[in-house]
């Protein structure tokens, strides 16, 4: 037992070491690690996941009156829609797609604007027998749809970075 807790406790050093990461981690390179956040709803489930994950990768926010010093990202807008896809016999909806849709931009000082619009898509099933498990569930999806869409944006840094 002893023999099996050490090797993994070697494997987990050595892959640490090596510089591995999760595959879907979040990175955000050194031109953004200073950055101005504007929402319109900088309280909402959105605003709070791009700032957990911006403070994880220890990015600093600007002051309001430093806006132009450093680039900025804005959340536009965000919409969380819903349409059947399917139905049961009685004609009442058995099956949605939850579709949520993030409008952003990038703006840095001296260069164009870039644009960034992220979709998430999850089904859900409705029961109309458990009606209050049903709203907890949907609301666990939009929650992790919201973080979901947090990590892409955060990740089309790196392409903005890429582009210049």
Do not use: W
Not at 114 to 135: G, Q
């Amino acid at each position: 037992m002893k023999k099996y807790l050490a090797l993994l406790f070697l494997l987990t050093i050595s892959l640490t070491g090596c510089g591995f990461h999760l595959q879907h981690e979040t990175e955000v390179p050194a031109r953004f690690k200073t950055l101005s956040y504007i929402s319109g709803d900088p309280y909402g489930r959105l605003s709070r996941d791009i700032k957990e994950l911006l403070r994880d990768n220890e990015v600093t926010l600007a002051n309001i009156n430093e806006v132009a010093k450093y680039p900025s990202l804005r959340i536009i807008g965000d919409s969380l829609n819903k349409s059947t896809i399917s139905i049961y016999r009685d004609g009442k909806a058995a099956e949605y797609q939850l579709i949520l849709t993030v409008n952003a931009q990038v703006i840095i000082a001296g260069e164009q604007i870039h644009p960034i619009t992220v979709r998430v898509f999850r089904t859900f099933f409705d029961n109309p027998a458990a009606a209050l498990a049903k709203t907890v569930e949907q609301n666990l999806i939009e929650d992790e749809m919201y973080k979901q869409a947090a990590k892409q944006i955060i990740r089309k840094l790196k392409s903005i970075d890429a582009v210049n």
